[in-house]
Structure formats: C-alpha cells, structure tokens
C-alpha cells in the first residue's frame, strides 16, 4: 500500500493487482492542473516533465487535459538528471521560449537538479506550476531559488495532524544530536555539558509544521488500512484470537 506513488499507470488492476494506495491517482491531478492553467487563463505555455513512468504519464495525461480546454503548449520537454547535455537543453528552451508559464511535472529529485541549471543560466520572471512530488518540499526553497520559483503554485498533498507525532520525531532527533538533553523542555545535564550547544537549544521552539511530514497522513492511512484488513480478514473479534491457518492472497 503505497502512501507517495501517484502514477496513473498503477491503476491498471490486471497488471497490478496487489498494488492499493492513499493517495489520489495523477489522473486527478494532471487533469487539475490544466483545469489550472485554465481558470488563470494562461492560454500558452510550455512543460518539463521527468523521463520515467511518473512524468510520462503524468504529463501525458495533462497534455490531453490542456488541449481539450483550448490550451496551447509550446513544448513539452523530458528531462533527466542523468544526462547533463538533455538538462541543459531544456534549460536553454525554456530561456527561449516565448511561453512564461510552465507545468513542470518532476520528481523531487530531478528537481533539484533542474533548479541547480536554472539559477545558473539565470531563468527568472516566469509563472511555475508544480506537481505535487516537490511543491510543497520546502528544502528547495533558498535564497537563491526565490527570484525562479516566487509564486509557484500546484496541488498540495493534504496534511493530517496526527497527535504528538511532530513532537515524538523532533525531540528523538534532539536527543541524538545533543544528549545533554533528557526532553526537548528540560535542558538539565547528564553527564555532558549543554553550554556549547546553547544557541542551537534555544532554537528548539521549532514550527510544527514539518514539511517531510507531508505524507504522514497517507502513511498512517496505510498502516490502518492494513490493521482493518487483517482484522476483517482473519476474523479477530474483540479480545478473541484471529483465525490462523486461513489462506490470504495479496489482493486480497
């Protein structure tokens, strides 16, 4: 049950029968993203989108979308951060182009890759649309990345607030890097010395909202919907024992 694979072609019960998921298919979210582009009414614009079954599907599904609402597409371009020469020609297209805005629909790892190229040919003073798979990723959002992706916009996986979990993961990485510290309140000592960390401590009023937790929700969706299945499947009722010889399938 995958909380994060998105691509359209896992939908295909014959090939993938035991493939479930709690996320929306990118079925969804191309179609949204030229429902988009539309409701803006950008009528000519230009696409970059990763060489692999994510980005394939992806924007061909958005492709079909955007020319059924009468949006034009100046190109439509595949990268892959393995290959230098293709990065930088989609740079150089898209520095060329007269489209200024662009659905870029990459994995969050071709991504930094893609920004790493367009801070250095200097591709500023366009509209960026993103896929969900790093618009919300705040690691790519720096100091010199703002002038590119300022008012970049897209569709939100959708958060969850599971109860103390931000706070279980954040006092369990203070703990490691500074174990000095008992809790994430109580600065007392044990048997290390505190004061040359002071100034990280005191930074520990951290903002709750934590970007890689983003998927926390289709997580714990996940592993629920695996408990209740178990448990429907094998028949555990209240504080009985579950059925154990019984045969389950995966697609089951």
Known sequence: ISYSATCDCLSNRKEYPSFFRTIGSDYYQSR??????????????????????????????FLKAAKEEGICVE?????????????????????KSTAKV???????????????????????????????????AVNLVTPASYN????????????????????????EFWQTVYPCLNTEKNNSQSG?????????????NYSKDISELRYAKNLYNAVYAVAH???????CTGHLSCEKDKTIQPWQ
């Open 229 to 235: 299945s178990l448990q429907t499947l094998l028949r």
């Open 148 to 171: 590119i992706f300022a008012g970049a916009i897209g569709f939100d996986v959708g958060k969850l607030n599971i109860n103390s979990l931000a706070d279980y993961a954040v006092n």
């Open 102 to 136: 662009i659905i870029i629909f990459l994995t969050q790892f071709d991504m930094i890759s893609l920004i790493d190229y367009l801070i250095l040919k200097n591709v500023t003073g366009y509209q960026i649309i993103g896929s969900e798979a790093w618009i919300t």
């Open 192 to 204: 290390n010395s505190c004061s040359e960390y002071k100034d990280m401590i005191n930074f520990q």
């Open 75 to 95: 190109y439509s371009e595949k990268f892959d951060r393995a290959d230098t020469a293709k990065m930088i020609k989609v740079v150089n297209i898209v520095k």
């Open 32 to 61: 949204a993203l030229a429902y988009l582009v539309k409701h803006f009414g950008w009528s000519w614009v230009g696409a970059v989108y990763s060489d692999n079954d994510y980005g394939n599907n992806g924007m061909a599904i």
